[in-house]
């Protein structure tokens, strides 16, 4: 899990524009559940993400990746169930 993990945050990170971001975000639930990842599971990866984002954020090298990192935070955010 810790490689796709890396996979998505380097996905978003070089993300085009906001809706790529999007996409990257919606392929990675989509894939989790296509596997037939428990749900608590994919809230796990979805809380590991968001702390992983907060992370990149501080070693962000361009704005265009904060930018990308700052919108996944917001997105992971609205998906995690508590």
């Known amino acids: 899990m810790v490689h796709f993990r890396q996979s998505v945050l380097s996905r978003i990170k ?3 524009n906001e ?3 999007t996409g990257v975000i919606k392929q990675s639930i989509q894939r989790l559940e296509g596997r037939n990842v428990h749900g608590h599971i994919i809230q796990r990866f979805i809380l590991a993400m968001g702390k992983a984002l907060s992370q990149a954020k501080i070693e962000a090298v ?3 990746e904060e930018h990308n990192v700052d919108l996944a935070i917001g997105l992971f955010r609205k998906l995690h169930r508590p």
């Open 14 to 16: 070089s993300a085009s």
């Open 19 to 21: 809706e790529e971001v």
């Open 62 to 64: 361009s704005e265009k």
